[in-house]
């Protein structure tokens, strides 16, 4: 399949560059910036983008592409801090600015004639993406812009041909090479023809076919499956999130049903009748080995006196290890079973650095490294079937394979569950009186048809009690937080704007519903500073 290589230099928006080309249709996969470019590495590459970074290029130990990236003989964008390397690395100045430019910044475009025989064809098919017809350079637009350094002297070959309100270079195209430069970035959402930039690097420049298509992906993932696992059981870790269930289909739906061994364990910190939801949609898909394993004592009680937060995490995080291992041992698959992991694209990516250096720093649904699967993985009995996917691609992929529209649209679940909604001392009472209270909003929330508009959204009950009526005595209730927030992908996070007749009726019903409650506040923090969950 023809692809679009991504050298990632550690920007928070490389993960946006590979879905924004991926939405064109172009298959996209990033690597650390550093990466060998080895004919293996090259394969199907028709082009290469740069991406950003939080470094400068003139930072000792400042992030540096292999130089065979420039002999490659493929086209090349650079992004931001990739444009500035492509700078540095051929002879041109780059230098702090005095201050930042940040946001959304006018740039207007100015292109000089190109000889065709030389840059000016290969250009001309970039600008393309410029224009707000479709046909050739625009004029001006705005773009997101968010660099501390700029070019003070382009590179030998290179023009400029765009440039920000501020008299900064934006848009840098080479004369002979397919190399091409921009200061903004084309992957954020805000920054006007983005899309139709990227789509004119990938189609137009480099020729990519549009080749990816979540049809495709499955074929290719099934045959892989079914030929590397033969008829070995294989063992997946159900959480009941999205990613675990679409893993569970994808298995159930390519290998024999007796094969698939799914395991589930109801912690007692899970929402709302969740086991009961999880266990029919499994069973709905195909399920015959569910080993639903009840183990919400133990929990509660390795939690019983623990108030700090990462206290909190890692007791549940050493149980959950001690429980897999003793029930793994119990379903006796013996020692050459595969093990599945839910894992996406983005969990291979260490949170906020990029792909970079630990490309495989594993997420096992409970957030902890797990023995068990390092041994299955140093064994190479491991199987991700979803990780070359993004979230919104995992939800298509789940609405291919049939899984209920709810499961498909769910927000996300924290590995520790309830126990990081609680804040101080869980106990059982707690933990009911909570499912109750988020129930409740979570189910307002879809009735009123807002829960799509939110990313994630929660009830959280706070250690604090205060005064309330009920008939004619004071009474003492639990303050319970409701958050509701918008994001692309959980790393900031802006609150989301409720109409406020639905927050007090939401209020409302919770505090008449459940006793407990005698006050509802609402989130109004964006991270950052705050988080998303509260510990
Ligand atoms: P924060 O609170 O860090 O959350 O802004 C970002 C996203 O991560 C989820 N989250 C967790 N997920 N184990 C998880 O599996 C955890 O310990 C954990 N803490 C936060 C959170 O729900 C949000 O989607």
Redesign the pocket.
């Known amino acids: 399949m023809d692809k679009i290589l991504i050298l990632d230099f550690g920007s928070q928006t490389t993960q946006l560059i590979g879905r924004r080309v991926r939405e064109i249709g172009v298959y996209a996969e990033i690597v650390p910036g550093d990466s060998r470019l080895t004919a293996v590495a090259l394969e199907g590459a028709r082009g290469i983008i740069l991406s950003g970074s939080p470094s400068s290029v003139y930072d000792e130990g400042a992030p540096a592409p292999d130089p065979a990236v420039y002999s490659a003989g493929l086209p090349i964008l650079g992004i931001c801090y990739g444009l500035q390397r492509m700078t540095a690395d051929h002879g041109g100045r780059v230098e702090p600015l005095s201050e930042r430019e940040y946001g959304g910044v006018r740039v207007k475009l100015d292109v000089p004639e190109l000889p065709a025989s030389a840059g000016g064809g290969k250009a001309a098919a970039f600008l393309t993406g410029f224009g707000a017809d479709g046909k050739g350079p625009g004029g001006e637009f705005t773009v997101w812009m968010s660099h501390g350094d700029s070019l003070s002297a382009l590179a030998p070959g290179f023009v400029q041909v765009g440039t920000s309100a501020h008299g900064f270079p934006a848009v840098v195209v080479h004369e002979k090479e397919r190399w091409f430069g921009l200061q903004f970035h084309p992957e954020v959402t805000h920054c006007e023809r983005g899309t139709d930039i990227l789509s004119a690097f990938a189609l137009g420049v480099c020729g990519a076919k549009r080749e990816w298509s979540m049809e495709k992906y499955v074929q290719e993932v099934r045959d892989t499956l079914r030929s590397r696992v033969g008829n070995r059981p294989v063992l997946l870790l159900i959480s009941g999130g999205v990613d675990s269930t679409v893993a569970g289909a994808l298995l159930l739906k390519t290998l024999d049903s007796d094969q698939v061994h799914l395991m589930y364990m109801d912690t007692g910190l899970m929402r709302k009748d969740e086991t009961i939801v999880v266990k029919a949609n499994l069973e709905r898909l195909g399920a015959k080995h569910l080993h639903i394993i009840h183990c919400e004592r133990d929990f509660l009680g390795a939690l019983a006196g623990l108030e700090e937060p990462e206290a909190k995490?890692k007791a549940i995080g050493d149980l959950f290890i001690t429980i897999q291992e003793r029930e793994v041992s119990r379903l006796g698959l013996g020692e050459d079973y595969y093990l599945a992991q839910g894992t996406l694209y983005t969990d291979l990516i260490e949170s906020g650095k990029g792909v970079g250096k630990k490309a495989h720093v594993i997420k096992s649904?409970?957030?902890v490294r797990s023995p068990l699967v390092e041994a299955k993985r140093n064994a190479g009995r491991i199987i991700e079937p979803l990780d070359r996917l993004y979230k919104d691609e995992v939800r298509a992929l789940g609405r291919l394979l049939g899984i209920d529209e709810d499961v498909v649209r769910r927000h996300?679940?924290?590995?520790?569950g309830l126990a990081?909604r609680i804040l101080g001392e869980v106990t059982r009472e707690k933990c009911d009186v909570l499912r109750d209270a988020d129930a409740i909003y979570i189910s307002e929330l879809k009735k009123r048809g807002l829960y799509d508009q939110i990313w994630?959204a929660f009830a959280v009950l706070l250690p604090i009690r205060s005064v309330g009526v009920a008939g004619d005595v004071r009474k003492y209730g639990w303050v319970l937080a409701l958050r509701a927030i918008v994001s692309e992908d959980?790393m900031t996070?802006d609150v989301y704007p409720f109409p406020m007749k639905d927050l007090i009726e939401i209020s409302t019903l919770i505090t008449n519903t459940v006793k407990d409650i005698g006050r509802v506040t609402y989130d109004i923090s964006s991270?950052p500073p705050a988080?998303?969950?509260w510990e």
């Open positions: 995490r649904h409970h957030n996300p679940f924290p590995g520790p990081v994630q959980g996070a991270k988080t998303i969950e």
